[in-house]
């Protein structure tokens, strides 16, 4: 393999090792120790272009990530853990920074939404709003349920629509205390583990079985948002509170809704 190619080469492993959280000093020289076994501080310098005063920051990061070891010595020796475990050790470390900033954007979520919700709307949300694009349509649904302070009645009979709102109702229920009514098809209850998610009934009415128009989503008895087609990836979203209200009455409606526990 020729200088150039290797370079090259090198330039991709590093700029890759960026984009994972390295800085552009561990990322060259762990690029540079795994085709070693084993390097001196100064060599790493002289191989890699890193100031003396910036190698120990480097080479700390590194062993802070678990990538290499050091061996004790006149002068120390650095060996790069071999790569599947060195990227083992990494993914785990990203893994804990991601579940600490989720917790953390939890913790700001729940400060901040008291501060909203005592604001004084200008205007209340107009007679209907129109949501374009499922993964716009599940987003709102999960915005919707993430604030809800009551109550959340929902009805499900489109395959993976469960699956995807699952956290946010588990959150809701677990964390504020929410009501939840959940209304499924048949085979989404077979299929779902529903225990432990409070009031769980059986679609009957074929005009809310339909997989081309998989239901809605009720939050303290206010906000409506119904998915008028899946396929044509439309909603519409409204809090007008007579349309609200007949279609919360459709969830202890018997004959729309049947009772299995």
């Not at 009979?157 to 995807?164: A, D, I, R, T």
């Not at 225990?195 to 769980?200: D, E, Q, T």
């Not at 979203?237 to 349309?243: F, H, R, V």
């Amino acid at each position: 393999m020729t200088s150039n190619v290797k370079t090259v080469a090198r330039d991709r492993i590093v700029s890759r090792l960026r984009e994972l959280g390295l800085s552009s000093h561990e990322a060259l020289a762990y690029a540079i120790l795994v085709s070693h076994s084993s390097m001196t501080a100064s060599t790493l310098c002289k191989e890699t272009g890193i100031p003396d005063s910036k190698i120990y920051y480097a080479l700390d990061g590194l062993s802070r990530k678990s990538m290499l070891i050091v061996q004790k010595g006149n002068p120390n020796l650095y060996l790069p853990m071999p790569p599947r475990e060195a990227f083992t050790n990494l993914k785990e470390q990203l893994a804990e920074k991601l579940n600490e900033k989720n917790k953390e954007a939890d913790v700001l979520a729940d400060l901040l939404t008291p501060i909203y919700d005592s604001v004084e709307k200008s205007e209340e949300l107009e007679l209907a709003y129109i949501i374009r694009g499922q993964k716009n349509i599940l987003n709102r649904m999960k915005a919707l349920i993430e604030t809800a302070r009551k109550e959340v009645t929902i009805f499900i009979s489109h395959p993976g629509v469960f699956g995807e709102l699952e956290d946010s109702l588990v959150r809701a229920k677990e964390r504020r205390s929410v009501d939840l009514n959940i209304a499924v098809t048949q085979d989404i209850f077979e299929k779902e583990d529903f225990s432990g998610f409070g009031k769980i009934r059986l679609v009957c009415c074929s005009s809310l079985t339909s997989t081309d128009s998989p239901g809605m989503l009720i939050t303290d008895v206010k906000t409506l948002l119904t998915v008028a087609n899946w396929i044509d990836e439309t909603a519409i979203l409204t809090q007008d509170q007579s349309i609200v209200r007949v279609c919360r009455s459709y969830f202890d409606n018997p004959t729309w809704c049947k009772t299995v526990r």
